[in-house]
């Protein structure tokens, strides 16, 4: 009864999160020019010759605003990932803590197979290569170095993201997200990929047969992939 609780509070709060941005459909119309950052009229004051006087506030505003311009390009669509819960959903609220939660269990995972890759290591083999190995495993390890990159998905994903979307293509589909924690997101994206890819060097090179290979490779994948499964 208690899981089937917090299941229930947890896929409130994340269609909560998923209604704040669009997730899988973004703006239909693309000739049509649309608004990214909507201003609330605030009654200004007036000098003498009945002129407005801007505030502090209006004038930040406006300064933020010369950033920002009508959205009109192609639509884009947000990855469906734990990752984008951080720069989407209010920081301490249930989608947030979940995803750093996920985020967590990932970079720890990967950071405890990193540390017992190098145990055991010498000075003359600090990475504990084996030696006299099989042809087939040496075939594996190369057939597998191909898989791999082909696998890999964080680091193709994270630098589009900041490559093609810009600060007005987010704020049209998202349009309380911070495109600060938006790029801060996807730089930790690119820097998960980067360390399961090292996991996945270490595993080939200290693999002393064909299964262990596939075995591990799938295993790193998993974790890797534990932003996408969580989401779901």
């Known amino acids: 009864m208690s899981a089937l609780k917090f299941r229930s509070?947890?896929?409130?709060?994340?269609?909560?999160?998923?209604?704040?941005?669009?997730?899988?459909?973004a703006p239909q119309s693309q000739s049509t020019s649309r608004r990214v950052v909507e201003t609330v009229p605030e009654t200004a004051a007036e000098n003498s010759d009945g002129t407005k006087i801007d505030s502090f506030d209006d004038q930040k505003e406006h300064k933020a605003n010369e950033h920002v311009k009508d959205y009109g390009g192609d639509?884009?669509?947000?990855?469906?990932?734990t990752h984008s819960l951080f720069f989407t959903a209010s920081p301490g609220s249930l989608p947030f803590v979940f995803a750093l939660g996920i985020a967590a269990l990932s970079i720890g995972c990967l950071a405890l197979a990193f540390i017992n890759a190098l145990d055991g290591?010498?000075?003359?083999?600090?990475?504990?290569?084996?030696?006299?190995?099989?042809?087939?495993?040496?075939?594996?390890?190369?057939?597998?170095?191909?898989?791999?990159?082909?696998?890999?998905?964080?680091?193709?994903?994270?630098?589009?993201?900041?490559?093609?979307?810009?600060?007005?293509?987010?704020?049209?589909?998202?349009?309380?997200?911070?495109y600060n924690k938006f790029l801060a997101c996807n730089i930790f994206r690119v820097l998960m990929g980067y360390l399961f890819l090292v996991n996945v060097l270490l595993v080939l090179v200290q693999a002393e047969d064909v299964l262990t290979?596939?075995?591990?490779?799938?295993?790193?994948?998993?974790?890797?992939?534990?932003?996408?499964?969580?989401?779901r």
Do not use: H, W
């Open 213 to 231: 290979i596939f075995y591990d490779v799938l295993a790193l994948q998993f974790v890797q992939q534990l932003d996408d499964i969580g989401f």
């Open 75 to 81: 639509p884009i669509k947000l990855p469906e990932s």
């Open 121 to 178: 290591g010498t000075a003359l083999n600090p990475f504990n290569v084996p030696e006299n190995i099989s042809s087939s495993t040496r075939g594996a390890q190369y057939i597998s170095i191909f898989v791999v990159l082909l696998m890999e998905e964080e680091i193709p994903t994270g630098l589009a993201q900041m490559r093609l979307i810009t600060y007005g293509a987010l704020r049209s589909v998202c349009p309380k997200a911070s």
């Open 9 to 25: 509070i947890y896929s409130a709060s994340i269609d909560s999160a998923e209604s704040q941005c669009d997730f899988s459909n």
